[in-house]
């Protein structure tokens, strides 16, 4: 079961927040789910079964400018920290763990890195790394699509505005096996993508906007254990991005799927919650 609720922040914003610990039951962990682009909140149904097995209850949130989360034009990704803590506030939990997939993965990592009293462990899933991340060409195996849209948004919001309202969707950035996940289990992401769409551009214009802007936090000073989970196939966020953040965080592990793409490494994020709940 998932409880609903509206967070009003001391600036007056709401945040949509979303709690689907078991009742009655005590929770090994709480983990804050933090959704992609374009997506809102609702934590990951086709995990549920794996996160029961390991004791583990789910919190999340519409990032603002999604589902009923009031827009924050300007945004960087270093403030879901402390809309992620507002909301676990709110929800009555301290310490808990992060997990985020796709663009969810900054906004995981910068939980990690501005809330260390607070986040136990961090994971992200097919990730993206910083804009400006030394070493690696940024662009390097995104599909056609998906690197002009990004490049869009390096040049601004009305460049970008203008790509998303002209652009049509290109099913090429996913893998076959990508496609595969999608008409299967998760068939689940395709229907949070699709209602997030029908709220309209803002969460996700302030997304990519976001991640090609300063982050406002190092990844290299995130002391917390992180899992970087990747698919070697992916052509929305390459395997370079993962191999960046694996080499920049001190205590990452990474795992990179030689297989999978952007969306079909989730088949291994059950694994992820094992990690998450494993003895350290």
Not at 48 to 62: M, N, Q
Not at 92 to 112: D, E, N, Q, T, W
Not at 157 to 186: C, I, N, V, Y
Not at 214 to 240: E, K, M, N, Q, T
Request: hydrophobic share 45%; with cysteine.
């Amino acid at each position: 079961m998932v409880t609903e609720t509206d967070v009003r922040l001391s600036d007056g914003r709401i945040l949509h927040a979303y709690d689907a610990r078991p009742e009655g039951t005590d929770t090994a962990l709480t983990v804050l789910w933090h959704h992609g682009t374009p997506n809102t909140g609702e934590p990951p149904e086709p995990l549920f079964p794996a996160a029961a097995r390991h004791g583990i209850g789910w919190i999340s949130y519409d990032r603002p400018g999604y589902g009923s989360s009031t827009p924050r034009a300007g945004r960087d990704i270093a403030s879901a920290a402390a809309d992620a803590a507002a909301v676990a506030d709110a929800l009555g939990v301290g310490r808990f763990a992060v997990m985020g997939h796709s663009g969810g993965g900054p906004h995981a990592l910068a939980c990690a890195a501005l809330l260390p009293e607070r986040v136990a462990g961090a994971v992200t899933v097919a990730g993206l790394a910083p804009f400006r991340a030394g070493g690696i060409d940024w662009f390097a195996g995104m599909g056609p699509a998906g690197a002009a849209e990004l490049r869009a948004a390096a040049e601004g919001r009305a460049a970008l505005e203008k790509r998303l309202t002209t652009s049509e969707w290109d099913p090429d950035q996913f893998t076959r096996a990508d496609h595969q996940a999608l008409d299967g289990e998760w068939s689940w992401l395709g229907d949070i993508a699709a209602k997030a769409s029908e709220e309209g551009l803002d969460g996700m214009i302030d997304d990519d906007l976001a991640y090609v802007a300063p982050w406002g936090f190092d990844p290299a000073g995130i002391s917390c254990p992180v899992l970087v989970l990747h698919g070697a196939r992916d052509r929305i966020s390459p395997a370079a991005h993962a191999e960046w953040l694996a080499g920049t965080i001190p205590a990452a592990e990474l795992r990179l799927r030689p297989d999978d793409g952007h969306i079909s490494v989730l088949h291994s994020a059950p694994e992820a919650l094992a990690w998450l709940t494993a003895p350290r």
